[in-house]
């Protein structure tokens, strides 16, 4: 039997509600706490090398959580995230190489090998997205697809075999430091503001979060559902394309094994962190990009204080908990 | 037959959230009767089944079952001690063969394994008592739904069930499964099992049922013998309409059109679908309220679905403005000028975490974007009319929908369609679950709405709301459309008698 009733209006008059402002704002003071923490207790905090060190190796999983938002929004998962960045990473360096096809020019060859791996990349999403929203196969099944395949595609496609390369041309969008800012956290910045300003200022953005907020009344608004699915899980994957040519291009080689190998938790962790509702209908980049910080800053502070990768592996396992807590209680009231 | 009751529900309380559900409610089931319950959407039908089957727990009251005191605190409690309940949605295992379904939870064992041959032999001689002879090893997901529900009515007798609760059992059944559903009613019967038999199809509870028990707001209204309670006199005390009475003004909408009544823009001929509609024809016309009555399950809300393009006739033919319109999506029904508020605002309507301002230019986006980036001058601009115009009551454009008032909501969900500048709107239960005070500004703005040239098809479930507010009522009544009321033949009689008998002696019927 429906219970029809008015949803109480929110208590304005509370004096001070702190699961409500820590849900609001738990990341940017963990964020800002664990800054303080360092620069007192961590040696040579506060210099430009660490901070050089952090923001290169939280640039992939703030590229890929960016794409991830958009999915969550909708309310779906994307799973494949790390088997993409891995096809990605494997077919670029066949271009540039030249075992895929004979290549006269570098240039040409590098042009090729970023176009076509991230043309590929966003293909698989749209895959992902055809299939989710063409057949209503769960998004968490419909990306396990991919999820499995896509690294043994990765495999098949390079034999198995490692491939190194020395190629500065391309490696550029891993090491390049035009005016001694790392190009990838350039790269970085530059998808993050243009998420954040989608998702904010247009239709395709509102179209986003009323999929995922009520996907019902979004169709009955005449909204085009389907077709919002495809493009979130296509911008995901090129996303994902994207993170997989950085990743080799810092490494000089592409493993097929390891490129992007648990990429897709960290991403969902980042984004769950920054307070994106994993449920859909409410999602912030700046958050996703907090969420990434303040996860890699837990590991980086632990390790530079003696504690093993291992243990800051349950410290992560500990703040992502804390943080759908907070998430949850901030929703209740 | 023995005149001491199988069941007696008495002075039964409950309340949700401080909001009663139930109150004094009463229900007295004899031994092998037949017993129907009815009641309006929120009447307290499905509150009570729970209550007794143990879903919920009541706050006060008696229930005696077989003479005794009756507690259990799980459906499952209550199907061992002989209350057994079959759903809308049959809750057995698709996957399953027959036999397991049939045998779920009471397996026969040998030394501690399953005793197949024992299970089959008892699901065939449960089924065969309705003359079901299927191959009981096969998964039940291979059987059409009557089969499905035969085999969770045989799943409820071998429980050895004394009362069986039949919820809407025939409305996902054709005729001949019905008829079969029915022989089934009079076998238990015969054995002196008691049915309580929930439906809004009058005909068949006469068809089928000893007595009735009807319900309104939480309340036991009367119980008497089918063959005491005439049909008119049915809707009317399930409605709370007496009609008898003189008639007093109990909505905002006071007085007929100001406007001019026009063109006709929208018309439907014989609209069918896969399920609830079976023949609708109506039309409506500039500056026009038209009303759809009709009991639950009559195929309103059904009817404007189709006609909205969200879900897809299967036979039939709409125009607009004479030419052919067949919408195969809501964008299409968009385009073409219709808007629809739907009746459940929580599922349908709102998307709760977005803003007010957003909510409300939902469907409008395309024409406020330039290059798909949002005009938030233009935006800003509707928005703040609209909260002023219809009086919204929020903290600002930019608070979340789901902090709003019912009627609030219900007002920003107007506004999304009204952005649009429509030629016909169509409002269903537009005043559901909000309160008074807002539920006469609804009201009124209808009325000005449609004064203004706007079309309005007004589905409601209150008789009073669609006899004073509608300018031209179409009677809805399993599926069709039995007449259509204009002028002075809207009353609320002749409405309750149309949807009684499917004619009244003061209406046109509606024709081919």
């Given at each position: ?26 990341t940017?003071?963990a ?238 962790a980042a984004v769950a962190v920054g307070g ?11 958050g996703?990009?907090l969420g990434a910080?303040t996860i ?23 703040i992502i908990?804390?943080a759908v ?9 | ?512």
């Open positions: 039997m429906s219970q029809v009733l008015p949803s109480p209006a929110r208590p304005t008059s509370r004096a001070f509600d702190v699961l409500e402002f820590l849900s609001r704002y738990g940017l003071i964020l800002v706490l664990l800054i303080v923490f360092n620069l007192i207790f961590t040696r040579n905090f506060a210099t430009w090398q660490t901070l050089n060190v952090n923001l290169t190796q939280v640039c992939t999983i703030v590229i890929v959580a960016v794409g991830m938002t958009m999915v969550i929004a909708t309310g779906g998962i994307d799973l494949s995230v790390g088997s993409i960045m891995a096809i990605a990473g494997a077919l670029a360096p066949m271009i540039f190489l030249g075992t895929l096809f004979p290549v006269g020019n570098i240039y040409l060859g590098v042009t090729l090998a970023i176009g076509i791996a991230v043309l590929v990349a966003t293909l698989l999403g749209l895959f992902n997205g055809w299939l989710i929203a063409q057949f209503r196969i769960q998004p968490i099944v419909a990306t396990l697809v991919l999820f499995i395949a896509g690294r043994g595609i990765a495999q098949v496609l390079t034999n198995g075999n490692l491939q190194v390369f020395k190629v500065p041309e391309f490696q550029w969008i891993g090491l390049g430091r035009p005016l001694g800012i790392p190009v990838q956290v350039i790269m970085m910045v530059i998808i993050v503001i243009a998420a954040a300003w989608m998702l904010r200022r247009t239709g395709f953005g509102r179209r986003i979060l009323a999929t995922g907020g009520n996907e019902k009344a979004a169709e009955l608004s005449g909204i085009a559902v389907k077709r919002v699915k495809l493009a979130v899980y296509a911008i995901s994957g090129f996303c994902a394309g994207l993170a997989g040519l950085v990743v080799i291009a810092i490494n000089s080689a592409s493993d097929a094994n390891l490129v992007g190998l648990g990429m897709e938790l960290d991403a969902i994106t509702l994993l449920t859909g209908g409410k999602a912030t980049i700046i996703t990009l910080l890699q800053l837990v590991r980086y502070t632990l390790l530079a204080n003696g504690v093993p990768d291992a243990a800051a592996l349950v410290v992560k396992a500990a908990i804390l807590w907070l998430q949850q209680q901030g929703r209740v009231r | 037959m023995d005149d001491a009751p199988l069941l007696a529900m008495s002075g039964i309380e409950k309340r949700f959230a401080g909001i009663p559900a139930l109150s004094q409610a009463s229900l007295l089931v004899r031994q092998g009767e037949v017993h129907a319950l009815i009641g309006q959407n929120g009447a307290g039908k499905s509150t009570m089944i729970k209550v007794l089957t143990g879903y919920h727990r009541k706050d006060a009251g008696e229930i005696l079952f077989e003479g005794k005191p009756f507690e259990v605190s799980s459906p499952q409690q209550a199907q061992a001690r002989g209350i057994s309940t079959i759903y809308q949605e049959i809750n057995l295992v698709p996957l399953r063969s027959v036999a397991e379904n049939i045998c779920l939870g009471r397996e026969a064992r040998r030394f501690g394994l399953l005793d197949w041959g024992a299970m089959h032999a008892e699901a065939e001689r449960l089924l065969a008592r309705f003359k079901v002879r299927i191959d009981v090893r096969r998964p039940l997901m291979d059987f059409n739904t009557a089969t499905q529900q035969m085999v969770a009515i045989a799943r409820a007798i071998g429980f050895s069930a004394r009362l069986v609760i039949m919820d809407e059992p025939t409305s996902s059944l054709d005729d001949q499964e019905v008829r079969v559903l029915f022989d089934v009613i009079g076998q238990l019967k015969a054995d002196g099992v008691s049915v309580i038999f929930v439906s809004h199809k009058l005909d068949e509870l006469y068809q089928v049922c000893d007595r009735v028990t009807i319900m309104r707001d939480g309340r036991t209204v009367r119980t008497a013998a089918m063959a005491e309670i005439d049909k008119l006199t049915l809707v009317s005390q399930m409605l709370g309409r007496d009609v008898s009475k003189a008639e007093g003004h109990a909505t905002a909408f006071t007085d007929r059109p100001a406007g001019k009544i026009g063109d006709t823009v929208f018309s439907a001929r014989h609209l069918a679908a896969r399920q609830g509609v079976a023949d609708v024809t109506f039309d409506l016309r500039t500056g026009e309220i038209v009303g759809f009555a009709g009991l639950l399950g009559a195929g309103r809300t059904e009817t404007a679905r189709l006609v909205f393009g969200v879900d897809q006739p299967r036979g039939g033919t709409m125009q607009i403005v004479g030419t052919p319109y067949a919408p195969a999506a809501p964008s299409a029904a968009i385009a073409a000028g219709l808007g629809f508020v739907t009746e459940d605002r929580k599922t349908e309507g709102i998307v709760p975490e977005l803003s007010v301002a957003e909510n409300m230019t939902l469907a409008l986006l395309p024409r406020i974007s330039r290059n798909g980036v949002v005009d938030e001058k233009q935006q800003r601009d509707i928005v703040a009319r609209f909260i002023k115009d219809l009086g919204i009551k929020c903290s600002g454009p930019n608070q979340k929908i789901r902090e709003l008032s019912g009627g609030n909501q219900q007002k920003v969900l107007l506004a999304r369609w009204l952005a649009m500048q429509p030629r016909l709107l169509i409002l269903d239960e537009p005043t559901r679950g909000i309160d008074v005070g807002a539920k006469g500004e609804i009201q009124r703005l209808i009325r000005r709405l449609a004064d203004q040239g706007l079309a309005v098809l007004m589905i409601s479930s209150e008789i009073e709301e669609v006899a004073e507010g509608a300018d031209r009522v179409f009677v809805l009544r399993e599926g069709r459309s039995v007449a259509e009321l204009s002028g002075e033949a809207i009353t609320e009689t002749n409405i309750l008698a149309a949807m009684a008998h499917g004619h009244s002696s003061q209406t046109q019927e509606v024709h081919a």
